[in-house]
């Protein structure tokens, strides 16, 4: 007898872990809960200030190097639909040196690493009323090849500029609103998205945009077109 | 006793472990995430001083450029956009950097500079760094009247700021308009010995008497209609004496223009850059070339365009009158469009000459219409414009000496097709034409 436990002491040892456990399990699910409720919630709250920064970037570079021209040639620097948005600016700008005319290809840029193959360019000469976009084929040492050949004469002083063009669409079946980059794919930017609204004010220069995520969450900006002014 | 006692002790362990395990990471998850809202914020309130910082000194740059003389500086790309002229600049721990280069495009008469001003704002707080471009386009030497959107040649006691105010005039896209008394140049006798095809430097009777085959002498040619061609070009049209009206008006690609002078009428067709000329004169080939020069050695009664434009979009008319021009419809291009379209069709000049002999000679030229005007031209006026439109839309240019508005014009700048620079000019002239700012980005240190 004196060897072994009474059913009394059992009982009470097993009551007790079983409370015990019980508390622990209780406690450790409601904690994971909520964990995970914040954990979600910071998630959202991050990407919705990564979409935020990304737009707001991109919006406010949108025409940059590209002003004169734009206005000049006029073509477009900012574009949107119901659920879709474009932007164009320039990333670099270089001044020709040199005479260029109607079908040559290579030109010589300073060492510059944002003339690279495959980025898509505008040679403009305002002065001729000359422009045109082409794309860069091969980039050596301070050295371009474009794609295609200049359809124009360009004088010396006359301008090319890198473009970038960036895409924005919010696929409404899948809830995501995706961005592109140039030529590539349109990645996902942020998930969930339940609205998406942008409008452009040409007469201020300004953009409004709108993003709604689970039906909750919404944020309103109004950004200014620094660079198309 | 003693196996009651381990077990109590692991369970309480794995307890301790696990709630401990939650709480940090719960703490920790927080304070990432504290912190990168923080320094989320930190980064777009300091970012944005520098933003703030740096458009209120591109603002006071832009008034200080506009409001400078540059008359003043031989060659303001090089005396006046300098450091010693525009320092480093230092406000809110913000240190502002200028660093000038110009490019010079020689023409003909004048000079185009483009000044860029790589603008650096740096804090010193931390490595957050903006890059600006600013630009501004100079144009210096004999400038074509043409290039200037706006300019009353005339010596006024007010800031040009207010003398606009004060005679309603404006400009949708805050062109630099000009109230100035500088020296021009009005070339008049070599523009209608060029336009009369004559030789030598001197305008006279006798020379017109001698190229349109009269009797030479020095009295003024009849009153009339007169056709100025050679070898299949049609060089322009002379009227001598004042003509009731000219009346514009297109039909497909073919410009028509009548003239009706003491109650005759005379109607000119042709098409622009081809052969194609027909008139009332049968003598003239139908297969010329007209230089669409119409030159009015007198008043114009009244100028007037049919249906809703009068003027075809290949046309260059060069219109002078010596002495008063009224308008009383708008002026308007076919398939004009602001955006898109970048020289004017018409170019109205009007000025007293070695031809008119007047006693008191008054080249004017008068806007008298009732509605909302449209005048897509280049208007050259050696004498005073005069606007008793209520609404007044110019896309072209306008220089006079003199200006009297009874409403609002509305200025729109677009050069003109006909290569002005020739006759009429400023003399050696400074014009800061445009200012613009072409970037604005973030600059990262590593």
Redesign the interface.
């Known amino acids: 007898m004196n060897n072994g436990?009474s059913i009394l002491?059992l009982i009470i040892?097993l009551a007790l872990?079983l409370t015990?456990?019980s508390i622990?399990i209780t406690?450790?699910s409601e904690?994971?809960i909520?964990?995970k409720k914040?954990?979600s919630k910071?998630d959202v709250?991050?990407s919705v200030?990564h979409t935020v920064?990304t737009i707001k970037t991109d919006l406010?570079?949108c025409g940059?190097?590209l002003?004169?021209a734009s206005k000049?040639f006029?073509f477009p620097l900012f574009e949107h639909s119901e659920k879709s948005f474009k932007v164009i600016y320039?990333i670099s700008n270089e001044?020709f040196q040199t005479d260029y005319f109607k079908g040559e290809k290579r030109i010589d840029v300073n060492k510059n690493e944002c003339f690279r193959k495959g980025k898509p360019v505008l040679v403009y000469n305002i002065?001729n009323?000359v422009f045109e976009f082409n794309e860069i084929k091969k980039s050596e040492n301070g050295k371009i090849i474009l794609l295609k050949n200049l359809e124009n004469d360009y004088l010396k002083?006359s301008i090319i500029v890198v473009l970038k063009q960036i895409n924005y669409k919010l696929y409404s079946k899948q809830n995501i609103l995706k961005r592109k980059t140039g030529k590539g794919y349109f990645q996902p930017l942020i998930e969930n998205v339940t609205d998406f609204y942008i409008k452009l004010f040409p007469e201020s220069n300004s953009v409004l945009y709108r993003i709604e995520v689970n039906n909750k969450e919404q944020i309103r900006g109004y950004i200014f077109l620094?660079?198309t002014? | 006793m003693k196996?009651?006692k381990k077990?109590n002790i692991i369970?309480s362990i794995?307890?301790i472990i696990?709630?401990s395990f939650?709480g940090l990471?719960?703490l920790t998850?927080?304070i990432i995430?504290t912190k990168?809202?923080r320094a989320?914020t930190k980064k777009i309130l300091e970012t944005d001083n520098i933003h703030q910082n740096l458009?209120q000194y591109l603002h006071n740059f832009r008034e200080k450029i506009f409001q400078e003389n540059l008359q003043n500086f031989k060659n303001p790309e090089i005396d006046y956009f300098n450091n010693t002229n525009f320092p480093d600049f230092k406000n809110n721990n913000i240190l502002i950097k200028n660093s000038f280069k110009y490019?010079s495009?020689p023409k003909k008469y004048y000079k185009?500079i483009k000044v860029n001003d790589n603008l650096l704002a740096t804090s010193e707080k931390n490595s957050l760094c903006l890059s600006s471009?600013a630009?501004i386009k100079i144009i210096s030497g004999k400038i074509p009247f043409t290039l200037i959107p706006f300019f009353i040649n005339k010596e006024v006691d007010i800031p040009k700021d207010v003398f606009m105010q004060e005679n309603n005039i404006k400009s949708k896209k805050h062109e630099n308009l000009l109230v100035n008394n500088s020296k021009t140049e009005f070339n008049v006798s070599e523009f209608l010995l060029n336009s009369l095809k004559i030789k030598g430097n001197i305008l006279s009777w006798r020379n017109v008497r001698e190229k349109f085959g009269f009797e030479i002498s020095d009295e003024p040619i009849d009153e009339g209609i007169y056709i100025l061609s050679e070898d299949d070009v049609v060089e322009s049209i002379f009227v001598q004496g004042n003509v009731e009206k000219i009346i514009f008006s297109i039909q497909d690609n073919i410009q028509i223009i009548q003239i009706i002078k003491e109650g005759n009428s005379y109607e000119i067709s042709y098409t622009p850059n081809d052969t194609y000329f027909m008139c009332w004169d049968n003598t003239i080939d139908e297969q010329s070339i007209f230089k669409e020069k119409i030159i009015i050695n007198g008043n114009i009664g009244s100028i007037e365009q049919k249906d809703e434009a009068g003027f075809l979009e290949d046309s260059n008319i060069k219109l002078f009158s010596s002495g008063t021009t009224i308008i009383k419809t708008s002026l308007k291009t076919k398939n004009f469009d602001s955006?898109?379209t970048?020289l004017t069709n018409l170019t109205l000049i009007s000025s007293f000459n070695a031809l008119y002999n007047q006693a008191n000679p008054k080249s004017n030229i008068i806007v008298d219409t009732q509605n909302k005007t449209e005048i897509h031209a280049s208007i050259i006026i050696n004498g005073k414009f005069t606007n008793k439109s209520q609404d007044l839309k110019l896309s072209g240019s306008l220089f006079a000496k003199d200006l009297e508005n009874k409403g609002i014009i509305e200025i729109e700048h677009l050069n003109s097709k006909f290569d002005s620079g020739n006759y009429y000019r400023t003399k050696d002239f400074k014009y800061l034409k445009e200012f613009?700012?072409?970037?604005?980005?973030e600059i990262y240190y590593e």
């Open positions: 436990f002491e040892a872990t015990i456990l622990v406690n450790v904690t994971s909520i964990s914040i954990t910071q709250l991050e200030f920064d406010t570079k940059m190097r002003q004169e000049y006029n320039g001044i002065e009323d002083n620094i660079n002014v | 196996m009651k077990g369970i794995l307890f696990l709630v939650i990471s719960l998850h927080t995430h990168i809202t989320r458009i490019i495009t185009k471009n630009i955006k898109k970048k613009f700012i072409d970037s604005i980005e």
